[in-house]
């Protein structure tokens, strides 16, 4: 085996985790699929004194669908760079290729709405297009929206920004709000104009986190640099950055920058003598040079996740609590990617604000949806993505709510898929709530 294989750069991986073993007992019970297989390997090697393949170790980094709940940020650094070892030497397949660019493939199908809805929905050429693009004939896919969030924003010039003293966000959408779920952004900004906050949507692409769980980590890199730019231009004019996308927050705060591996190891600081996680993903891979160190940390250290950001209002007296009743027994669940930036649950204590709303939390730290991103949609990892959301699906049937909140549209996607009940975010439970109060009323009211 090469000494700089992705063979070796993977099974140095396991012999490192494996040999540490912490994580045996700390992850069991977890909803990670790695773990595991990655102590089945060393347990392998060190024990039956049996090889480990390629194809072992190929579909182990492949297992990684980042979602935080491992306890050592470098091995994350290492298992998406083993990944993008093996996708640089062997390639990506085409299914993968389209699925990843989920943007591109969004304004695709959502170019012609009503055609693609009626072809998905359709048995045979459903299941001919599903076969086409990887997916897997039992996954649900949502509808196309007849209009997409930022047509609408453009209607309400939205992509103008605006001077004055008023408090200003630019708001970091995501794709799968942007083209698939337009009522959740609309009620973003429904909430954060009913409490006086002027809204500017730059221009932006995918945040980069599903090429770099594919891999691939050129296209990941022009994402990145494409919206860092943007990002400071709007910073430079006075606007905060908001995300409704738990993904995207993350992708923007940590990922993209050396803040995910090392701003929350001192000891590991650029300045210490540690390299920036960017640079350590992205390197040269780009056809466009990585941001600055020193312009990722400025973007990111003026982006919050939506929730934060409202929540923040609240603790300085500064948000609208002109809230009317939502008669409503709902189940919360906080997705992992907001677990891992590490803000607590801003939405659970701005919804005690809602008259009349009784909110069940769901307990269990290391709970995770399944649907692992676009590898959900996939067909040799559908079946595995519902196993492994297999408890959290329990632990809501056993409370058994009028419908289900959470932050993350990815795990709306997933629990459309297994259970019966309506899937919210919790800024459209707000939206909701100041159109119930009565005054200023924008937007239709839900039908929880």
Not at 140 to 168: M, T
Not at 176 to 203: G, H, M, S
Not at 259 to 281: Q, T, V
Not at 391 to 400: C, D, G, N, Q, S
Request: contains cysteine.
């Amino acid at each position: 085996m090469q000494k700089d294989s992705p063979e070796s750069m993977a099974e140095t991986i396991v012999e490192y985790c494996g040999g540490c073993g912490i994580c045996r007992e700390l992850m069991d019970g977890a909803s990670c699929l790695l773990f595991p297989e990655l102590y089945r390997l060393f347990d392998k090697k060190a024990w039956k004194k049996e090889r480990i393949t390629s194809g072992e170790l190929k579909n182990l980094v492949d297992l990684c669908n980042f979602c935080g709940l491992c306890p050592c940020p470098r091995k994350r650094t290492e298992i998406m760079n083993a990944k993008h070892a093996f996708v640089s030497r062997d390639g990506l397949d085409r299914a993968t290729r389209l699925l990843e660019d989920i943007e591109r493939l969004s304004k695709i199908c959502g170019a012609y709405p009503r055609l693609t809805n009626r072809l998905l929905n359709n048995t045979l050429s459903g299941a001919f297009l599903k076969k086409l693009a990887g997916i897997h004939q039992d996954r649900k896919l949502p509808n196309f929206p007849r209009e997409n969030f930022s047509a609408w924003a453009e209607k309400r010039g939205l992509h103008i920004r605006r001077d004055g003293n008023r408090k200003k966000v630019a708001y970091f959408v995501g794709c799968t709000a942007q083209y698939l779920f337009p009522e959740v952004p609309k009620a973003a900004v429904d909430v954060l104009e009913r409490n006086e906050i002027d809204v500017y949507l730059p221009e932006q692409k995918c945040c980069g986190m599903p090429p770099l769980l594919e891999g691939d980590l050129k296209l990941a890199s022009e994402f990145v640099a494409f919206n860092v730019d943007r990002m400071i231009e709007a910073v430079d004019s006075g606007y905060e950055i908001v995300c409704s996308c738990p993904t995207c927050a993350y992708m923007l705060k940590y990922v993209m920058n050396e803040g995910c591996f090392h701003l929350k190891h001192e000891s590991e600081r650029p300045d210490a003598g540690g390299s920036s996680g960017m640079d350590n993903f992205f390197g040269n891979e780009s056809s466009c040079a990585p941001p600055s160190l020193m312009k990722r940390i400025m973007a990111a250290s003026h982006t919050f996740d939506l929730g934060e950001y409202l929540r923040s209002l609240q603790l300085t007296g500064k948000f609208n609590n002109d809230l009317g009743p939502v008669v409503a027994r709902m189940a919360y669940y906080p997705p992992c990617h907001l677990r891992e930036q590490m803000i607590g649950e801003p939405y659970s204590e701005l919804l005690l604000l809602t008259p009349g709303l009784s909110m069940e939390p769901i307990d269990g730290d290391l709970d995770c949806c399944g649907i692992a991103g676009i590898k959900g949609f996939k067909r040799d990892f559908h079946q595995v993505s519902v196993e492994m959301g297999r408890r959290l699906v329990e632990k809501i049937r056993a409370i058994a709510p009028a419908s289900i909140v959470t932050d993350c549209l990815s795990c709306r996607i997933q629990f459309n898929q297994l259970l019966p009940y309506k899937v919210f975010h919790p800024v459209e439970i707000l939206s909701e709530s100041y159109t119930k109060y009565g005054k200023g009323v924008k937007r239709d009211a839900l039908l929880i």
